[in-house]
């Protein structure tokens, strides 16, 4: 995400050229600033899914998986005991 911050701010920069010098750096600088922002926002520190799941939440609300389904609250089935016979 920052390489392509870096990218879009070197043809950002490219492309004003009708501003001045302080003018071209502060606009060329907004994609890098961006990019580093989402990733120590959503990346730096953050459980493996963080992302998915805070996207998933802006869009259904809650997570789906809030409560747990049936068959994750029952016990597998036993193998080999002395009633099998």
Request: include cysteine; charge should be positive; charged fraction near 15%.
């Amino acid at each position: 995400y920052v390489v392509v911050g870096g990218v879009l701010a070197v043809l950002v920069f490219a492309m004003a050229v009708s501003l001045p010098l302080l003018g071209r750096i502060a606009v060329a600088s907004i994609p890098v600033l961006l990019s580093v922002a989402w990733v120590k926002c959503f990346f730096v520190g953050r459980p493996p899914h963080y992302l998915g799941d805070f996207t998933e939440k802006l869009m259904a609300g809650r997570h789906f998986n809030l409560r747990p389904q049936m068959w994750t609250k029952t016990s597998p089935p036993r193998r080999g005991g002395a009633s099998d016979a």
